[in-house]
C-alpha cells in the first residue's frame, strides 16, 4: 500500500488520507497498536444526536453499572484521558498536601510521567529499588516511617502497579498483604491498572480478586492499551480514601466535554468480555515469543514473562540492526537490555517474522 492513500467517506465530503501500511506492526509498546474494530463501532454506535456534556450523558451513567459488575457495588468511574491524567488525578484525591506516595523505583509514576505526580499533584514519591518490580510490606517499611516529622513528607499512600513495568504480576495474596499492611499503618492503597486486563488474563482470575477484594482503594484502569482509541478511568473503590474526586477531576485537566464517547469506549471494552479476550491474546503472543527466544543463543530473558512484555539482554549492536527492521525500544541501553511488547493485534506471523529476524542478525 502506498504510503499515503486517499480515503473517502461515503458522503465524499472529506479527503482524508492514511499515511502508514496497516500491515506493519512491531514490538515497542501497546500504545502502537490500532483500535479494536469493536471498540470503533460503539464509538459509531454513540455518535449522533445531543447528549449532555461533562459526564451527565446516558453512556457515563450506565458505564457505572458495568465498573459495579467487576468491581463491586461502591465503585465509582470517573473517566479521564490517559493514563498520567488517571494516576495524578488519583493521588492528588488521595493525599494531603503535605503528603506522600511509597512507590517501587521503577514505577510508572516515578520514571515515565514527567514528573506529573509531584509537579502537578503536589505530592511527594518515596521510591523503593525492587528486584523484580514488586512491593512488600518490608520494602514499604522502608519509606513508611516518620509521619509526625515536620521536615519530612508524609507517607499517605502505597502505589503499585499491576502487571508491573518489568511484566510481573503480583498475586492475589500478595496484594492483599501489601493493603493490610498499608492500612494498618493508616495508608491507602493505589493500584495503577494501566495493564490490568493483562495481569487479570494471567492470573486467570476476576479482576476484582485482586482489587476491590482484598483491599485497594483506588484504581487507575487502563483501557489504551488494551484495544481502546483513548480514554482511562480513576475508579474509587472505597469512597473514604478520596475526596471531592469531581473537583479533582476538573482541576486536573481531565474532564472530557463530550465523555460519552470516552464511557462507550469503555462499555465496550468492558460489558462482555472483550477485555479479557484482547489481554488473553496479547499474554500469548508474548508467551510464543518467550519461548521462541529461549531457543536462540546470544539473547537472555531477564524476568518471568507473565503478561504481555519480554524483556531481554542481547549484544547492543544486534539490538541496531533489528530495530532497522522492527521498532522496540531500549529498556537500559548501557547494558543491552531490550523490551518486547505484545498487543491485541500481534499475529503469530508477527512473532515468528521477529523470532527469524532476530537469529538472522545474531548470525551475522
Known sequence: MAHSQAVRTASGTTDARRHHDPTVRGFASDNYAGVHPEILEAVALANGGHQVSYGDDEYTEHLQKVFRSHFGPYAQAFPVFNGTGANVTALQAMTDRWGAVVCAESAHINVD?????????????????????????????????????????????????????????????????????????????????????????????????????????????????????AGEAVVVLNPDAVRQMKHV????????????????????????????????????????????????????????????????????????RLQERYRFYFWDEIAGDVRWMCSFDTQEEDVDGFLQALKEELAR
Open 249 to 320: 477531576r476538573k482541576m486536573s485537566m481531565q474532564l472530557a466535554s463530550k465523555m460519552r464517547f470516552v464511557s462507550v469506549q469503555l462499555e465496550a471494552l468492558l460489558a462482555k468480555d472483550l477485555w479479557l479476550r484482547n489481554a488473553r491474546h496479547a499474554n500469548a503472543m508474548a508467551q510464543r515469543l518467550a519461548a521462541g527466544v529461549r531457543e536462540t543463543d546470544g539473547v537472555r530473558i531477564l524476568y518471568p514473562v507473565q503478561a504481555n512484555a519480554v524483556f531481554a539482554r542481547l549484544p547492543h549492536e544486534v539490538s541496531r
Open 113 to 229: 510521567e514527567g514528573g506529573a505526580p509531584e509537579r502537578m499533584a503536589g505530592l511527594k514519591l518515596l521510591t523503593v529499588p525492587t528486584p523484580d518490580g514488586k512491593l512488600t510490606p518490608e520494602l514499604i517499611d522502608r519509606q513508611a516511617w516518620g509521619w509526625e516529622d515536620e521536615h519530612r513528607a508524609m507517607p499517605q499512600v502505597v502505589s503499585i502497579t499491576q502487571n508491573t513495568e518489568l511484566g510481573t504480576v503480583y498475586t492475589v495474596e500478595e496484594i492483599r498483604a501489601i493493603c493490610d499492611h498499608a492500612h494498618s499503618l493508616g495508608m491507602k492503597v493505589h493500584l495503577d491498572g494501566a495493564r490490568i486486563a493483562n495481569a487479570a488474563a494471567s492470573l486467570d482470575v476476576p479482576m476484582r480478586a485482586f482489587t476491590n477484594a482484598v483491599g485497594v482503594d483506588v484504581l487507575s484502569y487502563g483501557g489504551t492499551k488494551n484495544g481502546m482509541m
